[in-house]
């Protein structure tokens, strides 16, 4: 009954190569996002989906290819992997914003330590 | 454009001390504010938030923040340490505009020592 869930937890790859990140959500949220924790733990942000949708694209490399084929998935997709893209990356959810209880905050996922040799 | 200054990047308490974890943030326009924390290889848990209710928010492990307006700051506390609170704890900051993304601070490393 996980709610956030993301797979594979690890991914060794070499550069150059092409891998994907895949994302489900349980929870029947909206929104999902996809943030980048990299080395000295800092978080931020990189794309954020609404009903399948893309809302916000944080600058990030058109290497980087988000696709969310329905509200409960987004996946992450990077082409040509450099040594920088090392980092763990989260998923998360929210809920809508409007009726019923609104909460706010955002579920993330468990994360997937990508390491780029 | 906002954002959240996590003072220290470590700090270090006696098992059942005072746990202050210090967080300020800068915006235009009144934020919602909220305390994750990530144990070690693990994802980010919500411990608390402040979304305009009252100003003292009670999280979950004992820990709980005040929204202090006037100081833009959101700072945690917990009134004895626990070893099991060692963990990374962001604070963060949304937008009140519907689902935005969260802007984090850089983290603050808490240790307990016994």
């Known amino acids: 009954d996980t709610a956030v869930s993301q797979t594979p937890k690890y991914l060794v790859t070499q550069m150059g190569n092409d891998k994907s990140i895949k994302c489900e959500q349980n929870?029947?949220?909206?929104?999902m996002y996809w943030y980048k924790q990299d080395s000295k733990k800092f978080l931020k942000i990189m794309f954020s989906?609404?009903?399948?949708?893309?809302?916000i694209n944080e600058t990030v490399p058109n290497r980087f290819s988000p696709k969310s084929p329905d509200k409960a998935h987004l996946n992450l997709h990077i082409n040509s992997l450099e040594l920088g893209d090392s980092a763990v990356y989260f998923c998360?959810?929210?809920?809508?914003?409007?009726?019923?209880?609104?909460?706010?905050?955002?579920?993330f996922g468990p994360g997937t330590r990508l390491t780029v040799t | 454009a906002q954002s959240v200054t996590q003072l220290g990047s470590h700090v270090s308490v006696s098992e059942g001390a005072l746990v202050l974890l210090r967080c300020n943030y800068s915006?235009?326009?009144?934020?919602?504010l909220f305390w994750y924390v990530q144990y070690p290889n693990q994802g980010l848990q919500l411990l608390l938030k402040?979304?305009?209710?009252?100003?003292l928010v009670k999280g979950i492990n004992g820990f709980e923040a005040e929204f202090k307006k006037s100081e833009t700051s959101f700072h945690l506390t917990k009134p004895s340490a626990h070893m099991s609170d060692a963990a990374e704890y962001f604070c963060?900051?949304?937008?009140?505009?519907?689902?935005?993304?969260?802007?984090f601070g850089k983290g603050t490393r808490l240790s307990v020592i016994a």
């Open positions: 998360a959810s929210s809920p809508p914003t409007s009726g019923g209880a609104v909460t706010y905050e955002q579920y």
């Open positions: 929870l029947g949220h909206d929104t």
């Open positions: 989906y609404n009903n399948k949708e893309l809302i």
């Open positions: 915006s235009s326009v009144p934020p919602y």
């Open positions: 402040y979304t305009s209710a009252a100003t």
């Open positions: 963060a900051v949304s937008e009140r505009s519907g689902n935005t993304p969260l802007v």
